[in-house]
């Protein structure tokens, strides 16, 4: 099948070079360097949404929000006008489930199938083939999708009915959010009892504590190095959206709230595009204390 890639950013572009190492792919961004970038390496450049789509049978979408998808597809010169029955749209976005099976009604109705398959691993893991890839989506179009997700890591479960590679991205992100800001908590305060950040690291990671968290961030902070190049925004949006969903099934969310109050605060001190990684600094001062003196 002929594919195309819609969203050339830090995510989405890792995961259309895992597709080029074996599928001629179509490319679009909204930034024409970018796409420049990818011709240069054997894509094939698309002028707009439309003229990609007629050409695809396949199209991937990674982009920042779910209002960016529904721009992509609906919007003029977009995806939708290209379309014809049969086509498959694979939306690797970290979205909002409800808009995802918004979209995947009014596609329906013009026998166009959407699935939702959002990664979680980071560009590093998409770059590596070992990402994690949650499909949601009817049975028979993940069959069809998913040799080609393959060739971009083998990490695939399939979660159910469509949306649910969504709901299921948004728990772990809110989840690795959680483990992230609560780390930060205890180590500040383990450094304000005299430990040092290699001690705690050691003890920590051969012990119950042990987390993602603990695997990469304080090992990266003590070398001095970025643990993330993941923006303190797009988590935000993430833990915003899980604490929405617990609102509206009647989940409580307690935790993840203060994490998301703890997320603002940060966006609001160094903007959505800041790394991840400047929360600690945030968390060093309510602390009075340094991580790494």
Same mark, same amino acid.
């Given at each position: ?9 830090? !995510? ?16 679009? %961004? ?9 011709? #240069? ?39 939708? #006008? ?8 694979? %939306? ?8 995802? =099976? ?80 609560? !780390?930060? #908590? ?29 695997? =990469? ?55 959505? %595009? ?20």
């Amino acid at each position: 099948m002929e594919l195309g890639y819609v969203g050339l950013g830090a !995510m989405g572009g890792a995961l259309a070079r895992r597709l080029m190492l074996s599928h001629k792919l179509r490319v679009l %961004d909204l930034r024409p360097e970018a796409v420049a970038e990818y011709a #240069e390496n054997g894509a094939i450049p698309a002028q707009d949404g439309t003229s990609l789509a007629r050409e695809s049978d396949i199209v991937l979408l990674c982009l920042p929000r779910s209002a960016d998808v529904r721009e992509a597809i609906f919007g003029a010169g977009g995806l939708a #006008e290209g379309l014809s029955p049969g086509k498959i749209v694979v %939306d690797q976005t970290s979205g909002n489930p409800d808009d995802t =099976r918004a979209m995947a009604a009014e596609l329906a109705e013009q026998g166009i199938t959407l699935i939702d398959a959002p990664v979680s691993g980071g560009p590093a893991g998409a770059d590596a083939g070992t990402i994690a890839i949650m499909v949601g989506g009817a049975q028979d179009a993940f069959a069809k999708v998913r040799p080609y997700l393959e060739s971009i890591s083998p990490n695939i479960v399939h979660c159910g009915h469509i949306g649910n590679g969504h709901v299921v991205k948004l728990v772990n992100n809110t989840i690795a959010a959680c483990n992230r800001l609560g !780390m930060l #908590e205890a180590v500040a305060m383990g450094r304000k009892y005299g430990l040092s950040l290699e001690t705690m690291s050691d003890v920590i990671n051969k012990s119950s504590g042990r987390s993602g968290a603990t695997e =990469r961030l304080l090992p990266a902070m003590i070398a001095g190095e970025e643990s993330s190049n993941f923006a303190m925004g797009l988590m935000l949006k993430d833990v915003s959206l899980a604490t929405q969903l617990g609102l509206n099934c009647g989940a409580p969310m307690f935790l993840h709230n203060v994490v998301r109050g703890l997320l603002q605060q940060g966006v609001y001190e160094h903007g959505g %595009d800041a790394n991840l990684d400047e929360i600690i600094p945030i968390l060093e001062a309510m602390a009075d204390t340094k991580f790494v003196e």
